[in-house]
């Protein structure tokens, strides 16, 4: 079965150990991973000021049909997440929240649980714990209570989605 293309949004300095974890656990398949920026081009982008960081951001939202906020401890009070969060809402794309405080971070601890963003909560986002298993059923799911056309049919009319999508 193909993937979504998925963003993902974090708190960059505390969490990225954790968020990359993620990204390598082969839960989503690394080509479809959209906005994915290492530390150098985030760095270069954020001398250049916020006009540059937007101009990033919305450079990583392209073709992406989901949105996975990586929530840890302070997540909630970042207004890039909060940015990425309000991007992702407008163009429509399916937005959850994983909650990734255990996940060790490079020291082998763990986090205490954030908060979870205020926009998540406004517009009714489903937040899950961490799971590797998981992860790709909770995407797809997202992308189909967007409106998005089931990739497992392979149809945006597909009657067994419609049906599902409220319980989703």
Not at 38 to 66: F, Y
Request: aromatic fraction near 8%; charge should be positive; glycine fraction near 8%.
């Amino acid at each position: 079965m193909a993937g979504r293309r998925t963003f993902f949004s974090f708190h960059y300095q505390h969490d990225i150990w954790r968020a990359t974890n993620v990204r390598n656990s082969g839960a989503i398949d690394a080509k479809l991973q959209a906005g994915w920026v290492d530390a150098s081009l985030w760095e270069a982008t954020k001398r250049r000021g916020p006009a540059a960081i937007r101009q990033l951001i919305e450079q990583g939202l392209k073709n992406t049909s989901v949105t996975v906020v990586l929530i840890g401890a302070h997540t909630a009070e970042r207004p890039w997440v909060r940015h990425e969060i309000t991007k992702s809402l407008e163009r429509g794309n399916g937005v959850i929240g994983v909650r990734i405080h255990r996940i060790k971070d490079k020291e082998g601890r763990k986090d205490r649980a954030g908060p979870v963003p205020q926009l998540l909560l406004d517009h009714k986002c489903k937040v899950y714990n961490w799971d590797r298993q998981a992860l790709a059923g909770q995407v797809e799911r997202a992308a189909i209570r967007a409106g998005k056309p089931c990739l497992a049919h392979d149809k945006k009319d597909c009657l067994f989605c419609q049906y599902i999508r409220p319980l989703w």
